[in-house]
T-cell receptor, first 118, second 115 residues
Framework: AQSVSQHNHHVILSEAASLELGCNYS??????LFWYVQYPGQHLQLLLK????DPLVKGIKGFEAEFIKSKFSFNLRKPSVQWSDTAEYFC?????WGGGGTASKLTFGTGTRLQVTL | DGGITQSPKYLFRKEGQNVTLSCEQN?????MYWYRQDPGQGLRLIYY???????QKGDIAEGYSVSREKKESFPLTVTSAQKNPTAFYLC??????????????FGPGTRLTVL
């Protein structure tokens, strides 16, 4: 079974610092990749996704992620974080199973809690 | 206003009681999902349904049951057989019949506490 690793469990940054959150997955085939964000007291919402094409994906609120197939990675980046980015961030993978794909079965990482200080 | 609603937001039950969590969507999505979120463990898939009257077990289905009688609704029952039911439960849906290229959209969640 596939797995997703998020190595940073808790990250504390000052406002304006740059952010990079790691995400690695273990699956050798074609995958779709997602980053979701859960702001305090709010729904889990989609930040960005990669299906195919340009491996550098831009999402909402200035976030971007780069898919590096050779490293099985999909790291999330933001050049300058804001206090409002304080949230929990989840990486998720949806592999394309054989036969043209079946259900959208996401495997999530354990999440990274980001705390941005003023 | 389209979206996914889950009720109630907080739910308390005594040990040994079954409890049903509600999930409704008005997005006209075909597929629906139930996840469980525990601190430090991310989200784990309990059950999913690609179409009405059909559903499949996810990774941690033991102690749970679901039904999908209507496209809009996918209730989850936490039975007394679930050994550790206290958790945050999230419902999600996606537009096509669970194709791997789908994007899942999430509801606000129900926090269940079993006393």
């Amino acid at each position: 079974a596939q797995s997703v690793s998020q190595h940073n469990h808790h990250v504390i940054l000052s406002e304006a610092a740059s952010l990079e959150l790691g995400c690695n997955y273990s699956y050798g085939g074609t995958v779709n990749l997602f980053w979701y964000v859960q702001y305090p007291g709010q729904h889990l919402q989609l930040l960005l996704k990669y299906f195919s094409g340009d491996p550098l994906v831009k999402g909402i609120k200035g976030f971007e992620a780069e898919f590096i197939k050779s490293k099985f990675s999909f790291n999330l980046r933001k050049p300058s974080v804001q206090w409002s980015d304080t949230a929990e961030y989840f990486c998720a993978v949806n592999p394309q199973w054989g036969g043209g794909g079946t259900a959208s079965k996401l495997t999530f990482g354990t999440g990274t809690r980001l705390q941005v200080t003023l | 206003d389209g979206g996914i609603t889950q009720s109630p937001k907080y739910l308390f039950r005594k040990e040994g009681q079954n409890v049903t969590l509600s999930c409704e969507q008005n997005l006209n999505h075909d597929a629906m999902y139930w996840y469980r979120q525990d601190p430090g463990q991310g989200l784990r898939l309990i059950y999913y349904s690609q179409i009405v009257n059909d559903f499949q077990k996810g990774d941690i289905a033991e102690g749970y049951s679901v039904s999908r009688e209507k496209k809009e609704s996918f209730p989850l029952t936490v039975t007394s057989a679930q050994k550790n039911p206290t958790a945050f439960y999230l419902c999600a849906s996606s537009s096509r019949s669970g194709s791997y290229t789908d994007t899942q959209y999430f509801g606000p969640g129900t926090r269940l506490t079993v006393l």
